[in-house]
């Protein structure tokens, strides 16, 4: 989808460097795109220009859930703001870049959503992340992904393939800054889906994600509880946030909806230049 229209600073946005957010988990089920479509809407909500790069051409959740906003406004009537948002049909990591460099001229925001798999453009997107966001159920099955524990004290004993993938980008990034003036990469890992938790298997996962942060050096907050109410609105595009559009809310929607705003103020994402809501209006692209 891209914006009919610019906002007057659009000019001088131009000038300007988006941050990218990258979403990258190689394992699915973890609510990436869940999240990645709602904290790019909470932006959208705040005055932010945001454009959703979908690198998943085949199953291209994040860019259906745009679709199916943009088609609940058209039967509605109604205008929400609503990022920008393709899907990336290119080949090579070169074409990746280019298609980067392009979108991010016209937004604050640029939010790249990964495939749930390790492939060449996903480890391109990750070493172009100012922000890596990986989200992860609260289980040992996921915790699998970045480190691997003892069997009976539940202590770390290595890292395990993605953290040492996110450990190269890293380094490749540290390089690359100094040459192109952006920030050093800040990675954080969302905590999803916890109230399925049992309370001891939580407190274990929470001594052994805090073992990796001082190894690896990330970032760990809590994200998006698990609830019906997010595969509910997939199929309207709706969010939590979009107030007049979801009739009356029950107590664990509104602790949802807090949720969702706690983890957007953990990204410690950096301010922009405010202007007018984005326009709703949009088409596929």
Not at 19 to 35: D, L
Not at 77 to 84: F, R, Y
Not at 88 to 111: H, Y
Not at 167 to 188: G, H, N, Q, V
């Amino acid at each position: 989808m891209t914006p009919k229209s610019a906002s007057p600073s659009a000019s001088k946005r131009a000038s300007k460097t988006a941050h990218r957010i990258v979403f990258a988990n190689e394992k699915g089920g973890t609510g990436k795109s869940t999240t990645a479509v709602h904290i790019a809407v909470a932006l959208s909500y705040m005055g932010a220009r945001v454009t959703v790069l979908d690198l998943d051409p085949r199953q291209r959740t994040s860019h259906r859930y745009m679709e199916n906003r943009y088609r609940t406004m058209q039967r509605r009537d109604v205008e929400l703001p609503t990022p920008a948002c393709e899907v990336f049909k290119g080949r090579s990591e070169q074409a990746l870049l280019i298609a980067m460099d392009r979108l991010e001229k016209d937004c604050d925001f640029l939010i790249i959503d990964n495939p749930g798999r390790d492939d060449p453009l996903a480890r391109c997107a990750v070493e172009q992340a100012d922000t890596l966001v990986t989200p992860m159920n609260d289980s040992f099955v996921d915790f699998d992904l970045i480190g691997q524990v003892d069997p009976e004290s539940f202590k770390v004993q290595k890292l395990s393939f993605f953290a040492e993938l996110i450990w190269e980008a890293r380094m490749k990034r540290s390089r690359a800054t100094l040459e192109k003036k952006r920030p050093e990469m800040d990675w954080i890992v969302v905590r999803n889906r916890t109230g399925y938790t049992e309370a001891r298997n939580m407190a274990r996962i929470e001594r052994a994600l805090t073992e990796m942060a001082k190894r690896v050096g990330f970032r760990v907050t809590h994200g998006l509880s698990e609830r019906v109410i997010y595969r509910e609105l997939f199929p309207s595009g709706l969010t939590l946030l979009d107030k007049g559009q979801l009739g009356d809310l029950g107590t664990s929607h509104l602790v949802a909806r807090q949720e969702l705003r706690t983890l957007l103020q953990a990204l410690k994402l950096p301010e922009f230049e405010k202007t007018a809501p984005p326009p709703a209006s949009a088409q596929v692209a």
